[in-house]
Each structure stands twice: as structure tokens, then as C-alpha cells.
């Protein structure tokens, strides 16, 4: 998506440890129009999977989720970190370890927001190693629903997440398409 | 705003300790469609502040806060909630105590991200001490721009957070006002 791809170029930012900052639209300050524009580029894409429900992960997610929720007029559900969770019977959870923080959370869905024979669509801001998308289809086995699709923002295609999700053969976009952060300099998948 | 007073009588669950769930399409399950125009509603509402900016706390504020952010046309910037926080000369950062969750948090704003002269709309989900809007005043503060509007998707009217704006000011809108959960019934005070 052009307009991703252009407001990466002018306020991203690569630091070191393989790292692009872009809270300048996306994670902490967040441009409106833009994710406006985002929800409804993931409406169009995944308008022939039957979504029913749209599952992300607090708090990057929200914002991108949201507007793919108003625009493909689903509820919206959005996991719950913790740094520890007293099990209980009310909900779903599974363990998502950051590699960028080298924490472990748990996430956690209400087990009343996801319904039998939902078919989820789940839209996260970053996709690197897969591990949040890995813990959403955790909890979406735990639930017996399918996940039909995964709708990501900004994806680094050389770690592992793309490959996973591809391999479990659910649908797979992502908006703007990293090869390399080397030498400071952002570069592009070339489709 | 009758479409929220509606949708806490259908769907919210008053709970022991004077609690209202509204996960159902608050802050778990979202509602986007009634986001949107909780949006467009705070967008009518603040129309003569000439906001530049909206602000709000992760991660509960971010949907309605990026609703609005998308009808008045300006950037929105959720603060960061840190458990501790290594102070650095880059961001405003304020402490914000919780009474549901009896925690304190330390919240941040890059500053980047607050711009001489912004005239800023504090949005929140809900309102009762008033601690997360405080903590933003507070930031306002450091920053030395004003806060023009505070926009509160549901507020409980009896707790103090509401004098406190009030007293100071500040142009507050709550879409829902909450006169008292006695008895496990929610009661809207009569405007």
C-alpha cells in the first residue's frame, strides 16, 4: 500500500538493533486518516472470507483493527496483556513472547466475545517473528473457530512470521512489506 | 448521547464494588460503528475549541480518541503505561494511580509528539477520580500547552473526577452520565 510505504520513508526511523520506529503514525501517535484509509484497504482485501469477527492485540492494534471493523461492520475484539493471569474459567489465553522487549505476557479474550462458527480475522500493527498472531491462533484453536485471515501493517518479510502463517496456509496481507532495515536504510519487497 | 445510554442498558453489567462492565463494546469487545459515532459526536461537540490534538491513555481511550482523531482531522497520541519508567530527558511523564486496579503507573508522551501552542482534547472511556486526566493536565503542564476540552465516553458523576475538571475550567463532555449503581441498577442523572 503506497501510502503506507510513503509514510514510512518520511517519518520512519531505523535504529540500531533492527529496530523501525514509526510512532509517528502508528504506535503512539497515531494518524486517523491514515488508519481510516488502512481499514478500509483490509476491508476490500478480505471481503470474500465471511469475517465475522476482528481479534487483535492491546494496544498497536486497536486503532488499525477498529477502522477494518467499521468498515467490514464486525465487532472488534482486543486481547488483554498480563504480565501474570489467575487461570480461570471465563477466558482464553496463551503466552506471547516479545523478542523486541525479551518479556513474556500472557493475552487473554473473554471467552463470551468469541462465538461459535465466528471466522476471525486478525489485524496486528507489526509482524516479525509471528509470535502475537501465533498466540492469536492458539486461542482461536482453544475456542474451535478458524482464523480466515491475518491483516498486518507493516511486515518484516526476512523474520519468521510470514513464512509461518504461509505455511498454515491462512490469508495473509500485509500492507507494506519490509526486505531490509541494513545500513539505516528501509527497503521495500519488490512485487 | 441516548445511543450509549442504550446500549450500558442492554449490554453493561453492573458488578459487586461499585463496578460497570462495558466490555461488551467498550474495552474488550469494541463496538466500532458506535465508535464512529462517539466520534463524530465529540468532533460536534469541540468544534469551537480549535483543537489541534487529541490525547489519551492505552488502551482503552485509543478507539473512541482515533474516532474523534478521524472527524476533527487531527493527530491523535495515546500515552504509554509503565509500571517504572527510566526517566529520559524525551518524554513528559506523569504518575497516574489507579483505584479499580489499586496500581500506579507511570504514563508518557514523547515529546515529539506535543507541539507548542496545541490546544489539546483529553478523550477517555471513563471517568471516576479523574487520575488518567490529571496525569495528561500534568503533562499538558510540562509541556505548557492547554488543554481546550475533555471528552469522556462514560463518566460516573458522583465520583470526584467530575468537580475536579469542572473547577478547573476545562470544557468537559461526558456522552454518558452515570448518577448511581445502587442495588446493581444503573441510574443516569436527568439532564
Redesign the interface.
Known sequence: MKLIEDKIREVGRVLPGDILKV??FLN??????L??EIGKEFARLFKDEGITRIVTV??SG??P???A??YM??????A?KHKSLTLTDNVYTSDVYSYTKQTSNKIS??K??IKPNDKLLVIDDFLANGQAVQGLMNIAEQANVEIKGVGIVIEKSYQKGHDMIKKSGIHLESLARIASLSDGKVSFVEE
Chains 1, 2 share one sequence.
Do not use: C, K, T, Y
Open positions: 510512532d509517528a503512539h501517535q497515531v494518524d486517523a486518516n488508519m481510516s492491546e494496544s486497536i486503532a483493527a477498529v477502522m471493523g467499521l461492520n464486525v465487532p472488534v475484539v482486543f488483554r479474550i473473554d463470551r466475545f
